[in-house]
């Protein structure tokens, strides 16, 4: 389930299932969305990008959902692994470039 | 070559020391960021140097001095800093503006200031 408080949102599943880990962003001039994965002791790391004139990418295993009218961005993992543990930030970016701004974080917890 | 590196990885320091963060990138990456990022909280952009010039600086303390000696090398001195401003502090490049392009983040250096 997932919850939200003062903490990190969490998100706990079960390995081999699929995840959805949501983000509402706040820019409706944002044109550039990434999805980045930051485990424990690491800087973030790349996971998916997408531009606004799409709605969907998929990668591997990954895809990411654009949806602007409610200004929403969704990253679904399929077949959640243990690996996968870790703290999932969107991240969005105007026209302009070169200044990325970043949602709050989710923590994605695998239970084997 | 898709990595950033960042030294030291660990640094404490007293509020009267100074010191310095480097990065570096070898990936022709025109565009440097410099991020301070607290516990349980997203990366805050700090500085962003555009072809070796500082383009943006988001209201950063000046007991932070960013330089950008050369188009791989991104450094952070360091002077006089409270104990508010221990945090991890993570370095990130991307292709220069002109578009919107994926920043590349370092590990980060764990600053803890006494």
Redesign the interface.
């Known amino acids: 389930g997932e919850s939200v408080g003062l903490?990190?949102p969490t998100l706990s599943v079960q390995e081999g299932d699929n995840s959805i880990i949501n983000c509402a962003y706040s820019n409706s001039a944002s044109?550039?969305f990434?999805w980045?994965k930051q485990e424990s002791?690491?800087?973030?790391?790349?996971i998916i990008?997408i531009?606004s004139n799409m709605d969907k990418r998929q990668g591997q295993r990954v895809t990411v959902l654009l949806n602007k009218t409610v200004k929403h961005l969704s990253l679904q993992i399929a077949a959640t692994q243990p690996g996968d543990s870790a703290v999932y930030?969107c991240a969005e970016?105007?026209?302009?470039?070169?200044?990325?701004?970043?949602?709050?974080?989710t923590r994605l917890m695998v239970k084997p | 070559d898709t990595e950033v590196t960042q030294t030291p990885k660990h640094l404490v320091m007293g509020m009267t020391n100074k010191k310095s963060l480097k990065c570096e990138q070898h990936m022709g990456h025109r565009a440097m960021y410099w991020y301070k990022q607290k516990a349980k909280k997203p990366p805050e952009l700090m500085f962003v140097y555009s072809y070796e010039k500082l383009s943006i600086n988001e209201s950063v303390p000046s007991r932070f001095s960013p330089e950008c000696p050369n188009s791989s090398l991104l450094n952070l001195h360091l002077h006089a800093l409270q104990p508010e401003d221990s945090a991890l502090y993570l370095c990130a490049s991307s292709q220069a503006s002109g578009g919107s392009y994926e920043q590349y983040f370092g590990p980060g250096t764990r600053l803890t200031v006494t």
């Open positions: 903490h990190l044109d550039y990434i980045y002791g690491k800087g973030p790391q790349f990008d531009r930030f970016e105007t026209n302009a470039g070169n200044m990325l701004t970043f949602g709050g974080g």
